[in-house]
């Protein structure tokens, strides 16, 4: 499993994905859409949705105890405002590093939308 770039790192460049992905509510990936009802398994980890997920990154590395105050909050709308209360302790190259950490969750790291039921 390809891991997330340490604080401070260019995840851009020459190894980075240059590949454009495009999906909707139909389609391979639309389980990972953030407003997706659908829990998203990572690291062994079930996340209520991939909101959850990518919120929970900004703390995974070196927070891991915030990163689960994010992934067990039951509702959805109160997902960003948990994660904006903790923004102190957000990883201080997010801004840098997101679009690769996602790139990475959705191409490289064994992430899987988990349909229940139907």
């Not at 992905?21 to 389980?31: A, D």
């Not at 509702?75 to 996602?102: K, M, P, Q, Y």
Request: a negative charge; glycine letters at 8%.
């Amino acid at each position: 499993m390809l891991g997330f770039p340490p604080a401070g790192s260019t995840p851009f460049g020459a190894s980075a994905v240059s590949q454009i992905l495009k999906f909707n509510g139909y389609g391979e990936f639309s389980g990972l859409l953030y407003h997706s009802p659908h829990s998203v398994m990572y690291q062994e980890e079930l996340y209520p949705t991939a909101l959850h997920l990518f919120e929970a990154c900004k703390f995974l590395d070196h927070r891991p105890d915030l990163a689960d105050r994010v992934r067990q909050c039951e509702c959805v709308e109160d997902v960003t405002a948990i994660s904006a209360g903790l923004r102190v302790f957000t990883r201080l190259d997010w801004g840098n590093v997101a679009l690769f950490i996602v790139s990475n969750l959705l191409f490289y790291s064994p992430v899987s939308p988990v349909f229940l039921g139907g």
